[in-house]
């Protein structure tokens, strides 16, 4: 990954142990409310584990990133990620993998029963070890977030948990620790997030216009049907973001009513199902431009900052500039009227190419290795964790940039 600086200064970021301080004063401050959406990859299917593979690069951003989330004198280590490389492959090289087949071939006897006992006692080192990286993880007390993360619906303090389960991270973990080092005060994030859904249809704005049915849904016989649930999930979200506006003091404890609150910036993280139709890849930027007007319009906030991260599951500078929904999203971006106000914040450039060598080996052979860095198929950017707090620091990079101009 090309190496980028991290804004902050090492010696600036401050996390003491896995907690960030909050202010006494945050109830004197205006409320800053983000808001999230996307579809699969904005829900986030991350284990909070694979964080540690940050600690195999030695770019100085990434070891920022290291600070931000397990703190200064963190018992999470580089060593200790070294030490449970060694141990993956060591019940690889024992079990035959995911598969178990060495262990299975084997005839009943003490050298098999020496080898299970073995076995047993490296993975369960293993799942400590997983554990032990989870729970050092920092949840934030001045940055709250309410969250629709598919079924995985939940609010409180922002830490690991926020992903589609308890245990997996999207994008809003780190842009929610790093946006808390850009501005004061208190800080929620309201994220919803649908996987295997597509602007052009799911998530359709009201000003695209109506949908056109393919020759395919006209003789559905389910036409009126299917044109009723177009938007269906633009809805859905402008819906759930209304409940919790409407329910401030439960979402967050530093809020003030006095102080009132105000949308600070919205991020957009989606495309991957707009790519298998060419009405859906022609229109991505049209939609995209009328999304983000739309958007501002609902909430009344007419420039208001808008990142929109790019579609990067082709992993390289070539085969993401090929994709249509990639090229839509980077040039929604760039039209006059968004100057300085939406900004297209590129995701393959955080891609964990370490995690994807360990993938190409062969993962179910190499499952135990694979484990510790990546936790998903590459259209989920490998599940890794190291990705997902790259691009939510790269999202909280661009956004304080917007709020700086506006």
Same mark, same amino acid.
């Given at each position: 990954?090309k ?7 090492l ?5 003491a142990?896995?907690?960030?301080i909050?202010?006494?004063?945050l109830?004197?401050t205006k409320?800053k409310?983000?808001?999230l959406?996307g579809?699969?990859n904005m ?12 600690f195999?690069s ?6 920022a990133?290291v600070e ?9 280590s580089k060593?200790?990620?070294l030490d ?8 690889d ?9 060495k ?8 050298e098999?029963l ?7 006692k490296l ?15 920092a949840v934030?007390d001045?940055v709250?977030?309410s969250?629709i993360a598919?079924r995985?619906?939940k609010?409180?303090k922002?830490?690991? /948990?926020?992903? @589609?389960d +308890?245990?997996?991270?999207g994008?809003?973990y &780190?842009?929610?620790? !790093?946006i ?5 005060g208190?800080?929620l994030l ?8 597509s602007?052009?249809?799911?998530f359709?704005?009201?000003s695209a216009?109506?949908y056109e049915?393919?020759?395919k ?16 999930d633009?809805?859905?979200?402008n819906?759930?973001v ?12 530093a809020?003030?009513?006095k102080?009132g609150?105000?949308?600070a910036?919205f991020v957009?993280?989606q495309?991957?199902?707009d790519q298998?139709?060419p009405?859906?890849r022609?229109?991505?930027k ?9 958007v501002?319009?609902?909430y009344?906030?007419p ?5 929109? /991260?790019?579609l @990067?599951t +082709?992993?390289t500078?070539?085969?993401?500039a &090929?994709?249509a929904? !990639?090229?839509g999203q980077?040039e ?5 009227e968004?100057?300085d106000?939406v900004?297209?914040?590129e995701?393959?450039t ?6 994807y ?6 993962w179910?052979?190499?499952?135990h290795?694979?484990?510790?860095v ?9 599940g890794s ?5 790259r691009?939510?620091?790269a ?5 304080a940039?917007l709020?700086a101009?506006?």
């Amino acid at each position: 990954m090309k190496s980028k600086l991290f804004k902050i200064s090492l010696t600036s970021v401050v996390v003491a142990s896995c907690l960030l301080i909050v202010s006494p004063s945050l109830a004197e401050t205006k409320l800053k409310v983000f808001i999230l959406a996307g579809q699969s990859n904005m829900v986030g299917h991350a284990r909070a584990h694979t964080i540690a593979t940050l600690f195999h690069s030695d770019d100085a951003r990434d070891e920022a990133l290291v600070e931000l989330v397990f703190g200064r004198g963190s018992k999470v280590s580089k060593q200790m990620l070294l030490d449970q490389l060694v141990r993956g492959r060591k019940i690889d090289s024992l079990t035959g993998g995911i598969s178990n087949d060495k262990i299975k071939a084997m005839k009943p006897g003490p050298e098999k029963l020496a080898l299970e006992a073995e076995v047993k006692k490296l993975k369960d080192a293993h799942e400590a070890y997983k554990q032990l990286v989870a729970s050092a993880c920092a949840v934030s007390d001045r940055v709250y977030i309410s969250s629709i993360a598919d079924r995985n619906r939940k609010s409180g303090k922002l830490g690991v /948990g926020y992903g @589609g389960d +308890g245990k997996k991270i999207g994008p809003e973990y &780190a842009f929610g620790l !790093s946006i808390a080092k850009h501005i004061d005060g208190p800080i929620l994030l309201i994220k919803t997030s649908w996987g295997g859904k597509s602007l052009n249809y799911n998530f359709r704005p009201p000003s695209a216009g109506a949908y056109e049915l393919n020759d395919k849904e006209k003789s559905s016989g389910k036409a009126e049907e299917i044109k009723k649930n177009a938007g269906r999930d633009y809805r859905m979200m402008n819906d759930a973001v209304q409940k919790v506006l409407d329910n401030l003091k439960d979402h967050h404890p530093a809020y003030d009513v006095k102080a009132g609150y105000e949308i600070a910036g919205f991020v957009w993280f989606q495309g991957f199902n707009d790519q298998f139709s060419p009405a859906f890849r022609e229109n991505y930027k049209a939609n995209m431009v009328a999304f983000v007007k739309d958007v501002r319009k609902e909430y009344k906030v007419p420039n208001l900052p808008f990142v929109i /991260g790019v579609l @990067g599951t +082709g992993m390289t500078a070539e085969k993401v500039a &090929a994709n249509a929904v !990639s090229v839509g999203q980077r040039e929604a971006a760039k039209l006059p009227e968004f100057k300085d106000n939406v900004v297209a914040v590129e995701s393959y450039t955080e891609y964990s190419h370490f995690s994807y060598g360990v993938f190409k080996k062969g993962w179910p052979k190499h499952y135990h290795e694979w484990d510790t860095v990546g936790s998903d198929r590459p259209y989920h950017y490998l599940g890794s964790g190291a990705f997902f707090v790259r691009l939510g620091n790269a999202f909280a990079d661009a956004m304080a940039d917007l709020i700086a101009k506006h």
